[in-house]
């Protein structure tokens, strides 16, 4: 006697056609993290900001740190007093470090400095980085917020805008 065997093959080919499309979802899923870190630190992140903000980090920190708490409630821009000493003023005019923000690193001060902030990219930078790893605890910490801007490679009249933070 002879057996039919037609519904194996319908149900062998869909076993198949599931594990597939279930393994190339859980590729895509593991992948756009990483894309969306590499979108991430294109859109924001360059060596010589780093560099730039990393200096200026240590001499706030080998110097007057309170002075620099002091004013941080303010979200002043570097031209003000704060940052006006020579040894800043030379890595600003070196990296050609656009503005500097000292701030708390609370919610608050993150959303008065996104008041404040005219240029579109800073914003975004602000709302989609800064604020979400801002810590609402009781420790007083500060960022440094530091935006740099180039010229881009591929058109000489447009500016490139990168930036970095620093927890203090």
Same mark, same amino acid.
């Given at each position: 006697?002879?057996?039919?065997?037609?519904?194996?093959?319908?149900?062998?080919?869909?076993?198949?056609?599931?594990?597939?499309?279930?393994?190339?979802?859980?590729? $895509?899923? +593991?992948?756009?993290?990483?894309? %969306?870190?590499? *979108? !991430?630190?294109?859109?924001? #992140?360059? &060596?010589?900001?780093?560099?730039?903000?990393?200096?200026?980090?240590?001499?706030?920190?080998?110097?007057?740190?309170?002075?620099?708490?002091?004013?941080?409630?303010?979200?002043?821009? $570097?031209? +003000?007093?704060?940052?006006?000493? %020579?040894?800043? *003023? !030379?890595?600003?005019?070196? #990296?050609? &470090?656009?503005?500097?923000?000292?701030?708390?690193?609370?919610?608050?001060?993150?959303?008065?400095?996104?008041?404040?902030?005219?240029?579109?990219?800073?914003?975004?930078?602000?709302?989609?980085?800064?604020?979400?790893?801002?810590?609402?605890?009781?420790?007083?910490?500060?960022?440094?917020?530091?935006?740099?801007?180039?010229?881009?490679?591929?058109?000489?009249?447009?500016?490139?805008?990168?930036?970095?933070?620093?927890?203090?």
């Amino acid at each position: 006697m002879k057996l039919n065997k037609k519904g194996f093959m319908l149900a062998e080919v869909t076993v198949v056609a599931t594990l597939a499309a279930t393994v190339m979802m859980l590729m $895509y899923s +593991s992948s756009i993290k990483t894309i %969306n870190a590499y *979108k !991430e630190r294109e859109n924001y #992140y360059d &060596v010589d900001t780093i560099y730039a903000t990393g200096y200026i980090y240590d001499y706030i920190m080998d110097n007057k740190i309170d002075d620099y708490i002091s004013t941080a409630t303010s979200a002043t821009p $570097y031209g +003000s007093k704060t940052f006006n000493t %020579n040894p800043i *003023k !030379e890595i600003i005019s070196k #990296y050609n &470090v656009k503005d500097v923000r000292f701030i708390k690193s609370k919610t608050t001060s993150v959303n008065d400095l996104i008041n404040n902030v005219t240029r579109r990219t800073f914003k975004n930078y602000l709302e989609n980085y800064v604020k979400k790893n801002v810590s609402d605890s009781e420790n007083d910490k500060y960022i440094l917020i530091v935006e740099r801007e180039v010229a881009s490679p591929n058109d000489p009249n447009k500016k490139v805008y990168y930036y970095y933070s620093i927890e203090v």
